[in-house]
């Protein structure tokens, strides 16, 4: 280990093999001192109703290990899910950074991804309505590069020194605890009004942007401007984009709520699954690039974490491809372990002087060495870099490394002065020379007090249906604020995004309705609409539901189709285990109404069967009842489509009705789950 040689994309799996312990199987069971045991169900005891005793060494170990098993959660992200994966430039990207990982469209570098909720502890729910994290860290031959992203590409506020106040206030609130994983509450939105830097990003964290239908379909945004460099010298800034390869695509919020309470783990599950299933999960990483002389050239100041840089602008340049491809082996030592921090950069990658990014280089190894135990953090086998790595760092808690030599510090003769530092040129990391000067103040520039053109921009991009949902998440959001002062303040503040927008919910909460807002901005980014973003059927997940005696004709007939454009369709019914066609051919179900519903699934297709007894009837229609009031794709035919139709629910765009065995019922119900959703029916 420690030793210099070529990476590629398998380099960090064959370094993690080197930490796997054997599994347990047929294995003789012993202590942590590697003694054999004859008993582990007793603890030693004077008797056989006697009290234990202090000598039982092996209760003792047992009990002390699973006492000490747990480790602090994140501060925020706690819950999260991660996958291993690879990354390949396609074009080499030298004219702007010397970033060795970004050169060679032949070099495959390894890499971990987590995706993460923010708010939630670690054991809650995966579809809340919030941010969700995407940081990834690339392995590369000179050392560990993390881009630790969201979903979403600003953030709340403009300064760092902001964020404990933020965080404290979209937590639970601190008197009891109350809510889990959730914004809705009182302390975050007087939080909201107080500080209005945030309301670009409330527009999106109210938007279907704050409940994505998967990990697996969400974009990641490294948010801060960053510098490129390349071997010249010569900067430009950079901001870092990933772009799903099967569009991006959200839930709607009634089945997210749901889902919270049927599957918690439905977004981990999705990406678990997918992966074993060999639908690798793929992203391609995306560049917007600005000549230094630009940074003034905007309405609103580069360095502010609270605006994007309009896609329209200044284009996003797709310059590689990430694919997720394996799942961990063990949670906690991958996916609890792992430590992220931005200010882990290569060669070529540089920061700005964007006041959030300053102080997240601060806060990340802070944190770790509370969460993690100790400066050794980066022995954990998932934070070692692949490439060897040598300093005079030396002991402190858990410490692995068995350091050999007599000298530990610099300079030295007795060891010829090494580790030595090398010049930049021989690829020691220099900072970007950037020329600064000024009196230490605590303010901020006025070009950083324009807080609300890009949250007009925002909603100004947003479809008939998005604008919608931003409504009624605006009227749940604050239907669940108690105080009404609390409420007016939120309505006053969003009146200067969009005076009809507010009105619209501030109807709804027992306020004033505002009739006049400051902000008249007119642009708007088609990028930003989800309607605009890629549609496929691949790897979407239908479910068929089946009774005793259905036609296996029709039901064979669609499963074909389904299955050869990618969709992975599965067979539901009322109990698990085989149903029985009138011809005698038999289809395992897997799942049930109970287990279930629709709302696990992107689309239903509703068959039913000549033995349908009442109760299935009745859940079928259910069924049906809630995947039309989640706009998904309904396909019905024999008794399905009796039940359909005694619901009296409007026929139109995304249900499809006749019979299974025809090509074009297949190829409708394709072409509905590329579409996703059917908002037309939001008017029914
Ligand atoms: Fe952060 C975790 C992303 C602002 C302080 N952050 C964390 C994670 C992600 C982000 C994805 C989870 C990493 C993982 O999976 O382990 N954070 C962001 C983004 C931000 C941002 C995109 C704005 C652009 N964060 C931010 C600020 C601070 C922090 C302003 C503090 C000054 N973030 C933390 C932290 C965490 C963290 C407290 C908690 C656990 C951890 O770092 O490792 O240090």
Redesign the pocket.
């Given at each position: 280990m420690n030793e210099e040689k070529e990476i590629n994309e398998n380099s960090k799996n064959e370094q993690l093999e080197l930490f796997r312990s054997a599994d347990n199987q047929d294995k003789i069971m012993t202590t942590n001192q590697g003694l054999k045991l004859s008993e582990d169900e007793f603890s030693l005891t004077a008797g056989e109703r006697g009290p234990t005793l202090l000598e039982d060494f092996h209760f003792r170990e047992k009990m002390t290990h699973f006492d000490h098993e747990r480790i602090p959660e994140?501060?925020?992200?706690?819950r999260?899910f991660?996958a291993h994966g690879e990354f390949e430039v396609y074009e080499s990207m030298k004219s702007f950074t010397k970033a060795k990982f970004l050169q060679d469209p032949n070099v495959k570098t390894p890499v971990f991804v987590?995706?993460?909720t923010?708010v939630g502890s670690r054991g809650s729910l995966d579809t809340p309505r919030d941010?969700?994290?995407?940081?990834t860290k690339f392995y590369t031959e000179e050392g560990n590069y993390d881009l630790?992203?969201?979903n979403?590409p600003?953030?709340?506020?403009q300064?760092?020194?902001?964020?404990?106040d933020?965080?404290h206030a979209i937590k639970p609130e601190p008197h009891n605890e109350i809510p889990q994983a959730s914004a809705a509450h009182d302390t975050f939105w007087d939080w909201v009004s107080q500080n209005q830097e945030s309301a670009n990003m409330i527009m999106w964290l109210m938007s279907d942007r704050a409940i994505p239908r998967s990990f697996r379909m969400m974009e990641g945004?490294?948010?801060?401007t960053f510098r490129f460099v390349n071997e010249e010298g010569k900067a430009h800034f950079v901001k870092f984009h990933w772009k799903p390869l099967l569009g991006t695509h959200s839930l709607v919020w009634d089945e997210a709520q749901k889902l919270g309470g049927k599957d918690p783990d439905f977004m981990r599950k999705d990406l678990w699954d997918a992966i074993n299933m060999g639908n690798n999960a793929e992203f391609e990483l995306g560049v917007q690039i600005l000549e230094e002389k630009d940074e003034f050239a905007f309405d609103f100041d580069v360095l502010d974490?609270t605006k994007i840089w309009p896609e329209e602008d200044i284009p996003v340049r797709i310059i590689g491809k990430m694919t997720l491809n394996r799942n961990v082996d063990n949670f906690f030592a991958e996916?609890e372990q792992?430590?992220?921090?931005?200010g882990n950069v290569v060669p070529g990658i540089d920061f700005t002087n964007d006041p959030?990014?300053q102080?997240?280089l601060?806060?990340?190894t802070?944190?770790?060495l509370l969460?993690l135990g100790g400066p050794n953090f980066h022995e954990i086998p998932i934070n070692r870099p692949v490439c060897p790595f040598f300093n005079n760092q030396r002991d402190g808690f858990h410490r692995q490394t068995i350091n050999k030599g007599q000298v530990a510090y610099h300079n030295n003769s007795l060891a010829n002065n090494s580790p030595k530092t090398v010049s930049p040129a021989e690829g020691g990391y220099a900072h970007y020379q950037e020329k600064v000067e000024g009196r230490k103040i605590r303010a901020r520039s006025e070009s950083f007090k324009d807080h609300f053109s890009q949250a007009t921009l925002f909603w100004n991009s947003m479809s008939a249906a998005e604008k919608q949902h931003i409504i009624d998440a605006f009227r749940f959001e604050l239907g669940k604020v108690k105080s009404k002062d609390v409420r007016q303040n939120v309505v006053n503040m969003f009146a200067n995004v969009d005076l009809d927008m507010t009105q619209a919910f501030a109807k709804a909460i027992d306020v004033v309705v505002p009739t006049s807002g400051t902000t008249n901005a007119t642009k708007s980014s088609p990028a930003l609409s989800q309607e605009n973003t890629l549609k496929k059927p691949n790897t979407r997940k239908a479910v068929v539901v089946i009774a005793d005696g259905f036609n296996s004709i029709n039901v064979k007939a669609v499963l074909e189709v389904l299955e050869s454009n990618g969709v992975h369709a599965t067979i539901l019914s009322d109990k698990l285990g085989p149903i029985k066609a009138l011809d005698g051919t038999e289809l395992e179900s897997k799942h049930t109404f109970l287990t279930d519903g629709s709302v696990a699934f992107d689309a239903v297709y509703v068959e039913g069967g000549a033995n349908a007894n009442k109760e299935f009837e009745k859940d079928a229609k259910i069924l049906i009842k809630e995947a039309y009031m989640h706009y998904k794709p309904i396909a019905v035919t024999s008794e399905g489509l009796l039940w359909f139709e005694a619901q009296q629910l409007v026929k139109g765009p995304g249900i499809i009705a006749g019979k299974g065995q025809t090509t074009e019922f297949a190829t409708q119900f394709i072409e509905a789950i590329s579409a996703h959703r059917f908002w037309e029916r939001q008017v029914v």
């Open positions: 994140r501060v925020v992200h706690a999260g991660a987590r995706f993460s923010v941010v969700r994290g995407f940081a630790v992203a969201n979403i600003i953030f709340f506020i300064d760092g020194i902001k964020f404990p933020l965080v945004f490294g948010v801060h974490a996916t792992v430590a992220f921090h931005p959030l990014l102080t997240r601060f806060s990340y802070d944190t770790q969460r």
